[in-house]
């Protein structure tokens, strides 16, 4: 007798997404997974949506129209109903690749892992623009903290890690999932996590994503979230903050408060690595400087030591104007 699959529960947040929520919907169904629990939590949308959800409500698990305090509150009501054994949520404008529950429930038989990560095709306009390398485990748990970049549509979790975890900071409007993952691995490390080069999610920037009109929100949120660690665990590094760019405290709960302090340090000094880096990239040189200037570079790798070096020369030799001609080289 074959082995029952685990339970997925799956978790739509949606406001007045009626162009795009039924491409999700048929994405999620049309997996024809034998222990689906889908749930549609939706914000009170006031187009087609509720229509759309009608049309399928047979076989949705449990779907509400209600107002909300926002995403993150939603994808909590949603989670708090949900009982499956393995859990994500899926955004009403993304959709699943074929078969991808399946794989995920695959993985997932090796009863050690927490965390399963494929990749995602990123569609704009109609077209596929560009593949993404899935959510980012490096070569130390530092680095990955300090980077915590998750994929997240296509990063799934065990019922073991969401019971560590606990709900979304409902504070948190662009970065949730973030600090979802930095408490993931500051709970469990990155050793049962199982990545995959599989492509499980489509998913779709258009106008009104978060992603595309959001940027200097999310990167102030992103800012207060480390800023707050570092506050949440009595660093010296929360007064660098404090002394560098404008920050506000964040209440966060949930995280180990027998956590390595060394790690949680040289996170953090490896998200100041990475800012710099990604200024440097934009052509902020200034901010990239500033952010240079805070790393210890004893608490990176020898080859992450090296660029930052070779970032700063480069930067002292090479102005922003030459840098722009020869990138278009």
Same mark, same amino acid.
């Given at each position: /007798?074959?082995?029952? /699959?685990?339970?997925?529960?799956?978790?739509?947040?949606?406001? @007045?997404?009626?162009?795009?929520?039924?491409?999700?919907?048929?994405? =999620? &169904?049309?997996?024809?997974?034998?222990?689906?629990?889908?749930?549609?939590?939706?914000?009170?949308?006031?187009?087609?949506? $509720?229509?759309?959800?009608?049309?399928?409500?047979?076989?949705?698990?449990? !779907?509400?129209?209600?107002?909300?305090?926002?995403?993150?509150?939603?994808?909590?009501?949603?989670?708090? %109903?949900?009982?499956?054994?393995?859990?994500?949520?899926?955004?009403?404008?993304?959709?699943?690749? #074929?078969?991808?529950?399946?794989? =995920?429930?695959?993985?997932? #038989?090796?009863?050690?892992?927490?965390? =399963?990560?494929?990749?995602? +095709?990123? !569609?704009?306009?109609? @077209?596929? =623009?560009?593949?993404?390398?899935?959510?980012?485990?490096?070569?130390?748990?530092?680095?990955?903290?300090?980077?915590?970049?998750?994929?997240?549509?296509?990063?799934?979790?065990?019922?073991?890690? $969401?019971?560590? /975890?606990?709900? $979304? @900071?409902?504070?948190?409007?662009?970065?949730?999932?973030?600090?979802?993952?930095?408490?993931? &691995?500051?709970?469990?490390?990155?050793?049962?996590?199982?990545?995959?080069?599989?492509?499980?999610?489509?998913?779709?920037?258009?106008?009104?994503?978060?992603?595309?009109?959001?940027?200097?929100?999310?990167?102030?949120?992103?800012? @207060?979230?480390?800023?707050?660690?570092?506050?949440?665990?009595? &660093?010296?590094?929360?007064?660098?903050?404090?002394?560098?760019?404008?920050?506000?405290?964040?209440? $966060?709960?949930? &995280?180990?408060?027998?956590?390595?302090?060394?790690?949680?340090?040289?996170?953090?000094?490896?998200? !100041?690595?990475?800012?710099?880096?990604?200024?440097?990239?934009?052509? #902020?040189?200034?901010?990239?400087?500033?952010?240079?200037?805070?790393?210890?570079?004893?608490?990176?790798?020898? %080859?992450?030591?090296?660029?930052?070096? %070779?970032?700063?020369?480069?930067?002292? /030799?090479?102005?922003?104007?030459?840098? %722009?001609?020869? +990138?278009?080289?």
């Amino acid at each position: /007798m074959p082995l029952k /699959m685990k339970k997925i529960s799956i978790v739509t947040p949606t406001f @007045n997404q009626g162009q795009f929520i039924e491409q999700t919907i048929d994405s =999620v &169904l049309s997996q024809n997974y034998p222990n689906l629990e889908y749930i549609i939590m939706d914000g009170g949308s006031t187009d087609n949506t $509720l229509d759309i959800i009608r049309k399928y409500e047979k076989y949705i698990s449990y !779907w509400e129209s209600t107002k909300d305090n926002g995403q993150s509150h939603a994808i909590n009501k949603g989670l708090q %109903k949900s009982t499956g054994e393995i859990f994500n949520w899926l955004n009403s404008d993304d959709w699943y690749a #074929e078969n991808t529950l399946h794989r =995920v429930a695959s993985l997932f #038989e090796d009863n050690t892992t927490t965390a =399963v990560s494929g990749i995602s +095709n990123i !569609w704009k306009q109609g @077209n596929i =623009v560009q593949q993404s390398s899935g959510t980012d485990v490096h070569e130390t748990l530092a680095k990955t903290i300090g980077g915590a970049r998750i994929d997240q549509p296509e990063t799934f979790f065990s019922r073991t890690a $969401l019971q560590k /975890m606990g709900l $979304l @900071n409902e504070q948190l409007h662009y970065v949730m999932d973030r600090e979802w993952w930095i408490r993931y &691995l500051l709970y469990f490390g990155q050793n049962s996590i199982q990545k995959t080069s599989e492509t499980w999610v489509n998913f779709r920037i258009h106008d009104e994503s978060k992603t595309h009109t959001s940027q200097t929100k999310f990167k102030q949120e992103t800012w @207060n979230l480390y800023y707050s660690i570092a506050v949440h665990y009595h &660093l010296k590094e929360a007064a660098v903050f404090e002394q560098t760019f404008p920050a506000t405290t964040i209440n $966060l709960f949930n &995280l180990p408060e027998k956590a390595d302090m060394l790690l949680v340090q040289k996170s953090i000094h490896y998200f !100041w690595y990475f800012q710099g880096c990604q200024c440097y990239a934009q052509n #902020e040189y200034n901010i990239a400087q500033q952010f240079f200037r805070l790393v210890n570079p004893d608490f990176l790798v020898e %080859k992450d030591k090296k660029e930052m070096e %070779k970032i700063r020369f480069k930067m002292k /030799m090479l102005p922003v104007f030459l840098k %722009k001609i020869w +990138n278009k080289r």
